[in-house]
């Protein structure tokens, strides 16, 4: 799935991920009406929404990014209803071609990290049967637990061929509460940058590791130096755009090749028709104006080559 | 909640929560016969499989202890189906009296944060109405991303007097890759229950904070200098049994009133006809074996006061 995600990155000439992290306030009223007629002012009503919602932006997008990075929680806090808008939300995207991270952060030990790596990107086995249960092509992972709770996703990666993204610098202020800490003089994420690289090394697909990291746009220094602690993994990027990262920021997260990095925008496009900016297309035409707000970030990811 | 908790620990004299981690290969076959035979070899099969497989064991045991902890990974393999199992599952504890640990270790920035906590502890708006998604009693939450992924949760569980607990020193062999690495000579494990005590100092119930933490069975050393620097925090402990962690190393873990920590096992209770000492119970009374197996724990905690 590496190799697919490079592929399309090339073909598409865009490293670049659409968050589609919705919340109900992003959402147009005419959807809502929509939904809300139909399915009552209810979490059903809710799940409704937020699926036609991101219809309408992945319609707009397929054909200029290489990947989709849904959110789970912003489907969670709606219960049942919100993770079957989840499923729906996948499987179009992948009708569509698009390369889908399941952004769910898990994280567990033993067997029940196995749980949750057959979840997103394996199958599980019922009787005589097997299923996939969210389908997702890869996934965020949590790396709190150590090597024991990432093993089992790597397993799951080298059967299916599907990649995992651990979190190593995150885009948040507070990140450095714990993931700065010096650790026999270097920050601990360092070491765990050290780690994605070990856990990767015998999970590679062409040219990188099934096996990529997260280091937000927020601290480009870092970057620089995770880049090349990890030279295999495919670093993802969250925190362009709303969260303050800039283009500028981003060449050190990238390799010579102009590969080794995808960027994340969710608010910024999924939500661009409340921004001044796109404010022309109007709630009606929002789907357009985050269509519009893909281009411009395309555009403006490219100048920093 | 955590006075609630603390309650039922008292008038129950068990400091001990039930794991109900369930995998199908733990079902006994009448039960997986009987829901395949309804709903096929499907994830729509094991779902109600494993809520039938848990309403047995909640039976049986909910009037021997004060909690129960699902594992929601072990549903969210089942896809939608498992997750409706997890629903029901917890409706159904509570309905029997049960506080209601989600062990979700969900962890997440901001607005993300936010809506994990909504799903899990609290509540969604949908237009004029409220809903609570999973509605569990506490959560158990990463900390790996900083006091931004914690403060949602703890501003959700002031709200809905809701408890979290933080996953500071984990149960598993390699938890002290990252956990256990010295920051200023401290192990970082240390740091993050400092924080710990922060995060829960302005959000008490009577004598404990509403926001504990998770330390493993397996490090009773760690768990001593633990108990000091958090005295206000419960500590959830799981690795005792299947694990290995042993009711003489979990003195440490308790504060002198006998309170303070609540111990897990997960597989030794649920699964306790597979083992050689409840064998004579057989996979039919599996129920039963499960409630010998709570007894007998509840008794081997007693044992070290």
């Given at each position: ?13 865009a490293p670049v991920v ?5 919340m109900?306030?992003y ?12 399915f009552?002012?209810?979490l059903e ?8 919602y ?14 989709v990075k849904?959110q ?26 698009l390369?889908v ?7 567990d030990i033993?067997?029940t ?6 979840a ?22 949590n ?12 397993d ?8 995992i ?11 450095g509460?714990?993931q ?8 601990l994420y360092?070491?765990?940058g050290?780690k994605?690289?070990?856990w990767?090394?015998?999970?590679m697909?062409?040219d ?5 990291a997260v ?21 993802l990027?969250?925190?362009y755009g709303?969260q303050?990262?800039?283009?500028a ?12 990095a ?17 404010a ?10 985050s269509?519009q707000?893909?281009?411009d970030?395309?555009?403006d ?5």
């Open positions: 799935m590496i190799n697919r995600l490079v592929e399309q990155i090339k073909a598409k000439k659409v968050g589609l992290d919705p109900l306030s959402i147009p009223e005419h959807i809502l009406k929509k939904a809300y007629a139909e009552g002012e209810t009503g809710a799940g409704e929404a937020v699926w036609q991101n219809k309408g932006i992945v319609d707009q997008i397929y054909d200029l990014v290489p990947a849904p789970i929680a912003m489907y969670e806090q709606f219960g049942i209803p919100g993770l079957i808008a989840f499923v729906k939300t996948v499987d179009y995207c992948k009708s569509k071609g390369v991270i399941g952004d769910v952060k898990r994280g033993g067997s990290s196995a749980a949750y790596a057959s997103h990107l394996g199958n599980v086995t019922v009787g005589a049967n097997t299923f996939g249960a969210f389908n997702e092509d890869f996934a965020t992972v790396p709190y637990l150590g090597t024991d709770g990432i093993k089992p996703f790597v799951v990666c080298k059967k299916e061929k599907k990649g993204f651990v979190l190593v610098k995150t885009s948040n202020p507070s990140s509460e714990f700065d800490r010096l650790v026999d003089g270097r920050p360092e070491l765990v050290e994605v690289n070990e990767g090394s015998d999970c697909g062409d990188y590791s099934y096996v990529g280091v937000g746009a927020t601290y480009p220094e870092m970057g620089k130096v995770l880049r090349k602690v990890m030279p295999k993994a495919y670093i990027v969250p925190g709303a303050g990262g800039k283009a920021d981003l060449k050190p997260y990238f390799n010579e090749d102009g590969l080794g995808i960027v994340n925008s969710s608010r910024g496009i999924i939500a661009a028709y409340k921004q001044e900016k796109y022309r297309f109007g709630a009606e035409h929002y789907d357009e104006a269509r707000a893909t281009i970030m395309i555009e990811i490219a100048s920093i080559f």
